[in-house]
């Protein structure tokens, strides 16, 4: 493991990091493999997809691409895999940067009430 802020290192990296409210997962490498699953292998349905958006007409408040996106998402794999201990070292990561975090204490004037 490079870090401790990436507990898992296969097959897709995970990094994690705190920010004020909770952390962030970065997954690029999934989403790397996806972009390359698309247009690699399912170049055809983004194909129809463009099109779809492409052609001028009133909308009937459907949006006829949307069930061709249903059925491209439905065909991807969308679940990350994450493999033995860097289960536990993912969730160890996430609990240590997402807990609680001190709120500063509000200055006071010269007064002593709250500005």
């Known amino acids: 493991m490079a870090d401790d ?6 097959p897709f990296r995970i990094t ?6 909770g952390v962030t997962l970065d997954i690029s490498t999934f989403v ?3 972009v390359i699953d698309l247009v690699t292998t399912h170049a055809e349905a983004l194909g ?3 099109d779809e958006q492409g052609e001028a007409g009133d909308y009937d408040g459907f949006a006829a691409e949307g069930l061709l996106v249903e059925r491209l998402v439905a065909e991807l794999s969308t ?3 994450v493999y033995g201990g860097q289960c536990l070292a993912l ?4 609990r ?3 807990g ?3 709120v500063p204490q509000q200055r006071t004037s010269e007064g002593g009430a709250a500005a």
């Open 48 to 50: 129809e997809i463009l």
């Open 79 to 81: 679940k990350i895999p």
């Open 91 to 94: 969730a160890d990561r996430i």
């Open 32 to 34: 790397e493999a996806l």
């Open 5 to 10: 802020r990436r507990p898992v290192d296969g």
């Open 16 to 21: 994690v990091e705190a920010i004020p409210a």
């Open 100 to 102: 609680p975090k001190a």
């Open 96 to 98: 240590a940067v997402a």
